[in-house]
C-alpha cells in the first residue's frame, strides 16, 4: 500500500510509501473479491497476528517520536504504518481469527516481545533526533527480516500479495530514515538483514505501486 509522498522538509529526494487516499473498505473487498478463502496453516495465523501487531509497534514509536521532534518523516510513516495495520486487519477479519489489536490503546499490546520492544525504542528515540532516526531504521530493519523469514511459509495468495507490498513499504521507510541519519553524517549497520541486502536497498530507487489490492483498487 505504498505510493510517492515528498516530504513536508521539502526535500525532493525522500519520499514516504503510503496512499493518501488509501480506503480500507475497498482493499477488503478486493482480497475477498480476488482471492479465495484457503484454509490457513498455523504459520499463516500466527504470522497474520504477529504482523498486525509489529505494524503497530511501528505506527505507535513514530507517533511518539513526533511528538518529541516534530519531524515530517515521522508523522509521514505512521500514517503509512496505519494503513499497513489496515491491510493485515483486512487479511484477519477475512479468515475470522480475533485481532489483537482491538481497542488497544497506543504503546499496548498483546505480544510481550513487542510491548518490551516498544518501551525499549520509544525511550531510545527519545533522546536525540539522530537516536530517533536510528531507532526507525532499526524498526523497518526488523520488520523486512521478519516478513522476508515468514514469506516462505506463506501458501495463500492474499497473504503473500499483502506481506509483499509491506515489505516494499518498508524498504522505502527504511531508505528515509537512513537518508536522514546520513545527513547527520552518520551511517546505519543493520541488526536484522544482512549488509549486503541493506546495501542493496539503499542503492536501489524508490519503489511504488502495491500490487493487487495494495493500491488504488
Known sequence: CDQDIASTEGVEDMKIGMIADFNPAMTCQCLNDNYPVKVL?????Q????????????????KALNERWSM????????SEQRHMDAVLCLITKYALSDPVGDNAAGVFQNSTLQGLYTT?????LQSMEAAFRVGAKIEDLDINDLMEAMPNMDNADIKAVFESLT????????????QISRLGETYTPEFISADLYNEILQSGHETGGGTCMSNC
Open 47 to 62: 504470522a497474520l497476528l504477529y504482523m498486525r501487531e509489529e505494524e503497530k509497534l511501528a505506527r505507535d514509536v513514530y
Open 72 to 79: 515530517p518523516v515521522f508523522a509521514n510513516i505512521s500514517q
Open 121 to 125: 525504542l520509544t525511550q531510545q528515540g
Open 168 to 179: 516494499k513499504g518498508s524498504r522505502n521507510h527504511l531508505r528515509a530514515f537512513s537518508t
Open 41 to 45: 496453516s498455523d504459520a499463516e495465523t
